[in-house]
Nanobody, 127 residues
């Protein structure tokens, strides 16, 4: 129901754009990206959460703020993670996730809030 793609190898300072293709049902109120670095636990990257009406707000982990951007294309029912100024510490398997809920800000980073998960796509950043 969620299909992540776009991973690959890039040098530090480079850019990549990840895509998360969804079904209509999983193109939800809140879409998020998580990542799991080698040998570490999964961590929150950012989220796109519906606010009033058709507006959406974005939220990011401090480690990626200013470098990563989450967006959505309603026509393609796809969510994107544009990653710029990549660092070796961004190396990880990246997962997209979705929930029909609109978690409070403090809960956005909790992976148990999300009902649907993609299979992950590997991003490797070399120095």
């Amino acid at each position: 129901q969620l299909q992540a793609s776009g991973g690959g190898s890039v040098q530090a300072g480079g850019s990549l754009r990840l895509s998360c293709a969804t079904s209509g049902r999983t193109f939800s109120n809140t879409m998020a990206w998580f990542r799991q670095p080698p040998g570490k636990e999964r961590e929150f990257v950012g989220a796109l959460r519906r606010s009033a009406g058709s507006a959406y707000n974005t939220y990011y982990a401090n480690s990626v703020k200013g470098r990563f951007t989450i967006s959505r294309d309603n026509a393609k029912i796809t969510v994107y993670l544009q990653m710029s100024s990549l660092k070796p510490e961004d190396t990880a398997v990246y997962y997209c996730a979705a929930t029909s809920k609109a978690p409070v800000l403090s809960a956005l980073s909790n992976d148990f809030m999300y009902d649907y998960w993609g299979q992950g796509t590997l991003v490797t950043v070399s120095s």
